[in-house]
């Protein structure tokens, strides 16, 4: 069983710029949500896809976008990049009809806003 | 909105200590409460977790009990191991949006031989 995969691992960009960072859920689970972790501080929640639809979204602009795929991967693409998106950014995966505990973590993507 | 605060880290302790690390959350009704752990290098991983009131979670010696009338759900463990060093974080799942998670800043633990 493959676990949760994300690429890339780190990259650096510059203010203004666009980024796509890409997720490859746990085999078997159709559903991915996608969450932001600054420095020193617990995740925030961007939203979630399922059946290649937006199933729920956080306090983030529209900016932030993304996307699911028919093999349930999906991307996440951040427009006009900010200082402040700096961050850790985790896509997690899980099977629709489980609870939402039985979700699992990839290692994450480092991404450095200059 | 509903929230979580937990203690602020760093802690260190011995090996084979008591470790208790606090976790208070804001939240309408009965949301569903979570420990994950992250060990340096690695994905969060799912500790234990308290689904309705006076439920206790256990996994690994580490346990919580969720209490509602202190809005409480504090991890503890008897004996921690050097092998427990890592950023543990206290979360919700709320009930009128149980797609999501709600997180602490989370609590970096050092566990000294």
């Known amino acids: 069983e493959t676990g949760v995969t994300q690429s890339p691992t780190h990259l650096i960009k510059t203010r203004g710029q666009q980024v796509t960072l890409r997720c490859s859920s746990q085999s078997g689970h159709n559903t991915v949500s996608w969450y932001q972790q600054a420095l020193g501080q617990g995740p925030q929640f961007i939203f979630q896809?399922?059946?290649?639809?937006?199933?729920g979204r956080g306090n983030f602009p529209p900016r932030f976008s993304g996307l699911q795929f028919p093999n349930y991967s999906s991307e996440l693409n951040v427009n006009a990049l900010e200082l402040d998106d700096s961050a850790l950014y985790l896509c997690?995966?899980?099977?629709?009809?489980?609870?939402?505990?039985?979700?699992?973590f990839g290692p994450g993507t480092r991404l450095t806003v200059t | 909105g509903d929230s979580v605060t937990q203690m602020e880290g760093p802690v260190t302790l011995s090996e084979e200590a008591f470790l208790t690390i606090n976790c208070t959350y804001t939240a309408t009704g009965y949301p569903s409460l979570f420990w994950y752990v992250q060990y340096p290098g690695e994905g969060l991983q799912l500790l234990l977790k308290?689904?309705?009131a006076d439920d206790k979670g256990s996994n690994k010696g580490f346990e919580a009990t969720y209490r509602k009338e202190t809005t409480s759900f504090h991890l503890e463990k008897g004996s921690v191991q050097v092998s427990d060093s890592a950023v543990y974080f206290c979360?919700?799942?709320?009930?009128?949006?149980?797609?999501?998670?709600?997180w602490g800043a989370g609590t970096k633990l050092i566990i000294k031989p």
């Open positions: 896809y399922y059946r290649e639809e937006e199933n």
């Open positions: 997690a995966s899980s099977w629709r009809d489980r609870a939402i505990y039985e979700q699992y």
């Open positions: 979360a919700l799942s709320p009930m009128d949006s149980n797609y999501q998670l709600i």
């Open positions: 308290a689904t309705k």
